[in-house]
């Protein structure tokens, strides 16, 4: 075993000691870790994608590792069983489901539909957006909305830019990249008021971080919703590149017939992985709950600092480098991958709740 692998496993485990929190045996972080086992010249801390530090779970490689044998073999008729579970878990029916390969290809899909008709769709000036830069080169119009003082996504505001020939509107909550979450009352009352202009797209990659439930359960009475999911967050899983969406059974339809193969570009072991990612849900919980320690230790440690922060329902911290020019130069020296900055106002950035070894060197990074 290389020796900085070595030292990083060590790490691991004084770093959840000193949160009060056992090394997990459980977790995969002995098999997964560091991203120098695949990229050995690279052996940077990555704190910019908000992935999941632990994941997969030791069940979801097992599920894939058996699954790699089935490799010779399309994969398209055999995503039903992965529908259905996906349907079950949310109530719906499978009809009502669409899997992707990551849901940035749901994303995008569904801009370029909605962009047929060369209208606008409506979204918050600073959210995750890079999936509409095909649907805009071919005409379709982005129109933005400024966040509100709290770094929220200012809802009466997005509804009122809603113009004639505006066909979408993307909601991203919890938001990414600020970390805010629209309440549920607040969004299901703003869903049925939207909806009866344009199609609504949330995206809620990050909701397994949050105790708040789905708006999926909207979908069977709303022709007008799309509810966007992935496996790549909590569930550790972003280099499977598999996710869903969950809509009325007439927009999958719709949509699904946009794309060869709908549901059948997802690998056997991404299936597979999937699959036993949702049956090991003491794995997601554990993740929820040791990322919302370390989020806290490092939102503290930051303020301490004087970083200006956004309270966050996620797996990153939204803050301001505007006190510290030298910021990004010494995220460099150390060798940790973070963003840039999203606004210029307030210079704000974004970083990615890693383990507590890996926060533990951020902190000592932004502190030198
Ligand atoms: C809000 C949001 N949606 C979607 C994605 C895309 O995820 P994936 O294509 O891996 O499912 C990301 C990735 O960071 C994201 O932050």
């Given amino acids: 075993m290389p020796a900085n692998r070595r030292t990083w496993l060590k790490q691991i485990g004084w770093g959840m000691a000193g949160l ?13 870790g560091p991203h120098e086992a695949l990229f050995p010249q690279d052996d940077s801390i990555r704190l910019s994608s908000n992935e999941n530090p632990y994941g997969p779970s030791p069940a979801v490689i097992a599920a894939m590792t058996a699954a790699l ?7 398209w008729q055999y995503s039903s069983d992965l529908m259905a579970t996906i349907a079950k878990k949310h109530q ?6 669409m899997i992707s390969a990551g849901s940035t290809e749901i994303l995008d899909l569904q801009a370029r539909y909605f962009g ?6 409506v979204i918050s000036e600073t959210t995750y957006s890079n999936w509409s830069s095909i649907a805009e080169n071919a005409g379709y119009k982005k129109i933005t909305v400024p966040l509100n003082a709290e770094k929220k996504q200012d809802l009466a505001s997005m509804l009122s830019a809603i113009r004639t020939d505006t066909n979408m509107l993307y ?11 629209i309440p549920d009352r607040e969004l299901v009352s703003f869903i049925t008021e939207a909806t009866k202009k344009v199609t609504v797209v949330i995206d809620e990659a990050y909701l397994d971080y949050t105790e708040q439930s789905s708006a999926a359960r909207l979908v069977p009475n709303n022709k007008n919703l799309i509810i966007v999911k992935t496996f790549s967050k909590i569930y550790g899983l972003a280099g499977a590149r598999i996710g869903y969406a969950l809509m009325h059974e007439e927009l999958t339809e719709k949509i699904s017939s946009t794309k060869t193969w709908a549901n059948g570009d997802i690998s056997v072991a991404s299936r597979a992985a999937a699959m036993a990612a949702l049956q090991d849900t003491a794995f997601t919980k554990k993740c929820r709950e040791l990322n919302e320690q370390v989020r806290t230790d490092t939102m503290r440690q930051l303020q301490q600092l004087n970083f200006a922060c956004i309270p966050s329902f ?3 911290i939204y803050f301001s480098t505007e006190k510290h020019k030298t910021y990004f130069e010494q995220l460099k020296r150390s060798r940790i991958q973070g963003t840039y900055v999203y606004e210029k ?4 950035t974004r970083i990615t709740v890693g ?14």
């Avoid at 047929?116 to 769709?121: I, M, N, V």
């Avoid at 909601?171 to 970390?179: A, F, I, S, V, Y």
């Fill in 69 to 75: 044998s089935l490799s010779n073999r399309y994969n």
């Fill in 116 to 121: 047929e008709a060369k209208g606008s769709f």
């Fill in 355 to 368: 383990t507590a070894a890996e926060m533990k060197q951020f902190i000592a990074a932004v502190s030198s």
């Fill in 171 to 181: 909601l991203c909550n919890p938001n990414n990249p600020t970390g805010t979450l």
């Fill in 314 to 316: 996620s797996n990153f």
């Fill in 92 to 97: 719906l029916d499978p009809g009502n489901i």
């Fill in 345 to 348: 106002a307030g210079e704000w």
């Fill in 20 to 32: 009060g929190i056992a090394p997990l045996q459980s977790f995969a972080v002995t098999e997964s």
